[in-house]
């Protein structure tokens, strides 16, 4: 039995296809990685004897000292019923077309057993998280696989892991995907706030920042966002608001238990929802209200953004929100934003609706996703948010502080995260925004459930393309568990090691200079790399990565060797 089993660990850059050959997945025989680091690797499993039927694997056994900063996991295929919108794409994707794709992560079944269908490849997620806890030195991980009745399946080779001894640093770099109370809400069938619902909601921050997220959209409003105009979401605004013969009053408590939440997984920044509607600052978001004792929505898609009603409202909240924010200690780590992707043809109301109340917002950071760069010359948004695909003229211009983003848009060239992309190419993310130093990555979409212009809520597993609305990968990170915990995604895990890849290269940097990392970068690629223009393949990321290691290892030695 033990012959038609064949096994090797991987690189979780490897994305497996069941039907892809096992003899063309190169085999990975070491690592390394920072003590603070997490790294992640797969175990290819093939079973080569359709005569037996499915194999279930009964127990996966881990040996090595590091077997305690090993996390397990199942790698399913998930369906992709659009890849990338017909005729977008370019030839860096896995495929195309329709199909089974490898993204969804899993927990062992019964603890520690695997399914392993005949003729099909099949990958076990390892993550490898030394927590500081492991001193630098070399360790081997060993797996062992035994079926039902205990007969050992394998019992093969162990993967060589280092433990560099140094650490992470902090980064300064700051990190957002869209987070989305009201997906959670409806999911889950929990009412908004609910005891239950701050739960669930928990769960996700914390599934967030171990993702490597740091800053957290806030809903003081329910979201202006995908939503079609004079269409709603449900209700989900975090500030109590109430009008009582023409004078409004705020509360903030569960704003406060929001801001305490945060703290509590050490989220950095808190990022403000918009004050004003997406595709160009028109409107007003939903606002609701008790009104003389009366619930009831008081602003909307009918309301005027520079209308004299809601000017007047802003400039009654917007200083008692920043008062209670500045008590708090956390007015420096807000961000706040005007309007989603603004474009030049929105520059009159876009001008008039920040008009109202920009005096008040001196002294805070005000970003928004913004790639016209006629816009942006403008001056009407002072720290512009680019997508990737749209960097080139604001970098030119020497642009500072620079963020950038992607979505369903950027399907040629450019970085992106879309599951039938290869991983390399969502990876790379981290290294070019390290060479043209950008300092923020936003993207729209960590828990987006619903279809376009959540019209509809949709099930995740049957349909992670929002109904058509966008490729797959792009709408949301992680799946909803059934027990309100979330599930990963290889495209979150990857993305976040992107973020560790900056981190190391910029301790390398701090050892060297900043300019020296960038050429060893360039001399690894063999030309000056942009975004458009970067190596396709997985062994440079790796390769890229060991050559860093070796030389913060190497320096951080002879550092202490001076000592």
């Known amino acids: 039995m033990r012959s038609t089993l064949k096994t090797k660990f991987i690189s979780s850059l490897e994305k497996c296809l069941i039907n892809d050959g096992f003899d063309g997945k190169k085999e990975l025989k070491r690592i390394s990685l920072l003590k603070n680091e997490h790294a992640s690797v797969q175990f290819l499993v093939f079973d080569g004897d359709s005569s037996v039927g499915t194999r279930t694997i009964s127990k996966i056994k881990l040996s090595g000292e590091l077997k305690g900063a090993v996390k397990v996991r199942n790698v399913e295929q998930v369906y992709v019923p659009m890849a990338v919108q017909n005729g977008c794409g370019d030839d860096n994707y896995i495929s195309t077309k329709p199909g089974l794709f490898p993204d969804l992560l899993t927990p062992l079944r019964y603890g520690d057993s695997a399914i392993i269908p005949p003729m099909q490849l099949r990958c076990l997620w390892i993550d490898i998280e030394p927590d500081g806890k492991y001193k630098g030195g070399n360790y081997s991980l060993k797996i062992e696989l035994y079926s039902e009745n205990g007969e050992e399946l394998y019992g093969g080779s162990a993967l060589e892991v280092e433990i560099i001894d140094a650490d992470l640093p902090e980064t300064e770099r700051l990190y957002t995907q869209w ?12 009412p908004v706030w609910s005891d239950r619902h701050w739960e669930i909601i928990e769960n996700y921050i914390e599934a967030a920042a171990a993702g490597g997220i740091n800053m957290i959209f806030t809903p003081v409003f329910t979201v202006p966002l995908d939503t079609k105009p004079g269409g709603e979401r449900p209700t989900a605004q975090l500030v109590d608001i109430k009008l009582t013969n023409g004078k409004y009053s705020f509360g903030f408590s569960r704003l406060d238990r929001w801001i305490d939440m945060l703290l509590r997984h050490n989220i950095k920044k808190i990022e403000i929802s918009h004050l004003f509607t997406q595709w160009g600052a028109a409107h007003a978001p939903k606002i609701v209200a008790t009104v003389d004792g009366e619930e009831k929505k008081i602003f909307g898609w009918e309301t005027d953004s520079s209308g004299e009603e809601y000017v007047n409202f802003l400039r009654c909240f917007l200083p008692e929100l920043l008062s209670y924010l500045d008590k708090k200690g956390v007015k420096d780590r ?13 520059l009159e109301t876009y001008m008039k609706a920040k008009a109202g109340i920009e005096d008040l917002l001196k002294g805070v950071t005000v970003i928004d996703a913004l790639s016209d760069f006629d816009f942006y010359k403008t001056g009407a948004v002072a720290v512009p948010v680019p997508a990737n695909d749209k960097l080139e003229p604001f970098i030119e211009a020497g642009v500072k502080p620079l963020w950038t983003y992607y979505c369903c848009v950027q399907t040629k060239e450019v970085p992106n995260r879309f599951v039938a992309m290869p991983s390399a190419r969502n990876r790379i993310s981290g290294v070019l925004e390290y060479i043209y130093d950008i300092k923020g990555f936003l993207h729209w979409g960590f828990n987006f459930y619903y279809n376009r212009f959540s019209d509809a809520l949709l099930n995740p597993y ?24 979330a599930l990963d995604t290889v495209h979150f895990l990857v993305f976040k090691h992107s973020r560790e890849d900056i981190r190391a290269l910029e301790l390398l940097g701090s050892l060297t200079s900043k300019e020296y990392v960038k050429r060893l970068i360039s001399e690894s690629a063999g030309y000056e790399m942009t975004f458009k223009k970067y190596p396709k393949d997985q062994d440079y990321i790796l390769t890229l990565r060991e050559r860093v290691n070796g030389e913060i290892k190497e320096r951080i030695k002879k550092q202490r060797d001076k000592q």
């Open 179 to 190: 987070f989305y109370v009201d997906c959670l809400s409806d999911y889950y069938n929990v």
């Open 334 to 346: 807000c961000v706040f934003h005007i309007s989603d992707e603004p474009h030049i043809s929105h």
């Open 462 to 485: 049957a349909d992670c393309c929002g109904d058509y609305f966008v490729p797959a990968g792009d709408a949301f990170s992680v799946y909803p568990k059934a027990d309100g915990t």
